[in-house]
Antibody, heavy 119, light 109 residues
Framework: EVQLVESGGGLVQPGGSLRLSCAAS????????MNWVRQAPGKGLEWVSY????????IYADSVKGRFTISRDNAKNSLYLQMNSLRDEDTAVYYC????????????WGQGSLVTVSS | EIVLTQSPGTLSLSPGERATLSCRAS???????LVWYQQKPGQAPRLLIY???SRATGIPDRFSGSGSGTDFTLTISRLEPEDFAVYYC??????????FGGGTKVEIK
């Protein structure tokens, strides 16, 4: 069974940092591109970042570029999102999501990890 | 940046009725790059349709997608109780890589 489990969310002050993790199981992690997508409370979905299978292609939304860093460890079947210089508007549930083939949609999602940026 | 506009914002229907959801793009989108998701309260989104009209694995055939260019449609032929949810369209672009529409909520009338 495919599983994606996020962790690392919590309450952080503006300007602070947080690192999200996504543990993958039930599939060959190294053969899939991965994404982070977030959803502010009561709002729609916003794509955050993408990393290719071998990490040779990394892309960010303009809203997080220069502040967030996506990475993966295929040996540990894990995806990460390092979030620095956090702002109030970064408050959201963060989902990791698998992308089986480029531009084919995100076929499996984690349950999400809530990040709250507040003083 | 391509903007996706979904309409209506809310659709009030009864079980058994047909639902027609619209997703309009601000510029032409390749049909290969148009995707639909379903999201229920407290849950992650679920992939329904990719390539504008291909059903994802395990998706019932009452869900269908169509369209091209700037106008795309998700149709649910006969609403089941479990279909009441929020639906999002999504497209792949150059920058940003993925964009989502604002969503359509299908609620029980």
């Amino acid at each position: 069974e495919v599983q994606l489990v996020e962790s690392g969310g919590g309450l952080v002050q503006p300007g602070g940092s947080l690192r999200l993790s996504c543990a993958a199981s039930g599939f060959t992690f190294s053969t899939y591109g991965m994404n982070w997508v977030r959803q502010a409370p009561g709002k729609g979905l916003e794509w955050v970042s993408y990393i290719s299978r071998s990490s040779n292609s990394i892309i960010y939304a303009d809203s997080v570029k220069g502040r967030f860093t996506i990475s993966r460890d295929n040996a540990k079947n894990s995806l990460y999102l390092q979030m620095n210089s956090l702002r109030d508007e970064d408050t959201a549930v963060y989902y990791c999501a698998r992308e089986p083939i480029a531009v084919s949609g995100l076929d499996y999602w984690g349950q999400g990890s809530l990040v709250t940026v507040s003083s | 940046e391509i903007v996706l506009t979904q309409s209506p914002g809310t659709l009030s229907l009864s079980p058994g009725e047909r639902a027609t959801l619209s997703c309009r793009a601000s510029q032409s989108v390749s049909s290969n790059y148009l995707v639909w998701y379903q999201q229920k309260p407290g849950q992650a989104p679920r992939l329904l349709i990719y390539g504008a009209s291909s059903r994802a694995t395990g998706i019932p055939d009452r869900f269908s997608g169509s369209g091209s260019g700037t106008d795309f449609t998700l149709t649910i032929s006969r609403l089941e109780p479990e279909d009441f949810a929020v639906y999002y369209c999504q497209q792949y672009g150059n920058s940003p890589r993925l964009t989502f529409g604002g969503g359509t909520k299908v609620e029980i009338k």
